[in-house]
C-alpha cells in the first residue's frame, strides 16, 4: 500500500490549496482516509477524515474552510482549503485504514495503518 500525497506549497493568507492524496494497493470503497497535519512544536493532529460510507471528521478549526472529497474510481481523496491562515502551516500527510473505524474515531491517528510522505503548506504574506 503506497499513499502519495501531493499539492502543497506557499499561499497568502486567504488563498486556496488543494491537497491531493493517492492512494494504490487499497480500496477505497472499503478504506477509511484521513488528512493530519503537524506544525513545528504542536501536536499532530487530524484536520479531515473520511470513512468508507462518506462520514466525514472534520477539526473544529477548519470546519467551512476545509472539504474533503474522494474519487474512488482515480483512488485519490483531496483536500479543498481556502481561506487559508497562516494557524494551517503545517505538513500535511494523508493515512489509510481498511478498519472501518466509526465516526467518533476518525480523526483517532492510531486507527490508521498506512501513511504517506508529508507536503509543506505554507500560509504567509
Known amino acids: 500500500v503506497q499513499l502519495q500525497a501531493s499539492g502543497g506549497g506557499l499561499v497568502q493568507p486567504g488563498g486556496s490549496l488543494r491537497l491531493s492524496c493517492a492512494v494504490s494497493?487499497?480500496?477505497?470503497?472499503?478504506?477509511?482516509i484521513g488528512w493530519f497535519r503537524q506544525a513545528p512544536g504542536k501536536e499532530r493532529e487530524a484536520v479531515p477524515c473520511i470513512s468508507s460510507r462518506g462520514d466525514t471528521y472534520y477539526a473544529n478549526s477548519v470546519k467551512g474552510r476545509f472539504t474533503i472529497s474522494r474519487d474512488n474510481a482515480k483512488t485519490t481523496v483531496y483536500l479543498q482549503m481556502s481561506s487559508l491562515t497562516p494557524e494551517d502551516t503545517a505538513v500535511y500527510s494523508c493515512?489509510?485504514?481498511?478498519?472501518?473505524?466509526?465516526?467518533?474515531?476518525?480523526?483517532?491517528?492510531?486507527?490508521?495503518?498506512?501513511w504517506g510522505q508529508g507536503t509543506q503548506v505554507t500560509v504567509s504574506s
Open positions: 494497493g487499497l480500496n477505497l470503497d472499503y478504506s477509511a
Open positions: 493515512a489509510a485504514t481498511s478498519k472501518r473505524p466509526v465516526v467518533s474515531a476518525l480523526s483517532d491517528a492510531s486507527m490508521y495503518d498506512y
